[in-house]
């Protein structure tokens, strides 16, 4: 087997992969069975934090803190130490950049159209959870 593939995980695939299972779910299941591994930071901790409490998605607490562990205990955590402003439109954006220079990820998987649209930054592409399973798939 090849060198391990390093990844950044958008909030949104977290979200989705625990709220709504389908291709974001697949993604978290190779993380949880070390196939890849995820890198975060602690804002993208504090990010992913915020998000699973907002009430419109209804997630119990229970659950919210099921997804918090599993970043916790599934993800490698870096400091970036380069701030980054490529994105413009949603400059929140940039921290999964910075994460991903940091770590020297692979790749980052989201499905923001901000991210996506850049489709890489530097040596890092941007996928969607479907893209990536393809193209992991193909290893």
Request: proline share 5%; aromatic share 10%; glycine share 4%.
């Amino acid at each position: 087997m090849g060198p391990v593939t390093k990844v950044v995980i958008d909030t949104n695939i977290f979200v989705s992969g625990f709220g709504w299972n389908g291709k974001p779910e697949e993604v978290l299941k190779l993380i949880k069975d070390r196939q890849i591994v995820n890198y975060s930071s602690a804002e993208i901790f504090e990010e992913i934090s915020r998000v699973v409490s907002y009430p419109k998605l209804r997630f119990s607490e229970p659950l919210q803190i099921a997804i918090l562990e599993f970043v916790l205990f599934y993800s490698e955590f870096v400091a970036p130490q380069k701030r980054i402003f490529t994105v413009t439109e949603d400059p929140d954006d940039n921290k999964f950049l910075e994460c991903a220079m940091e770590a020297k990820a692979d790749y980052i998987i989201s499905g923001d159209p901000h991210l996506l649209d850049m489709k890489k930054s530097k040596t890092v592409k941007i996928v969607t959870a479907s893209e990536f399973l393809d193209i992991i798939s193909k290893k």
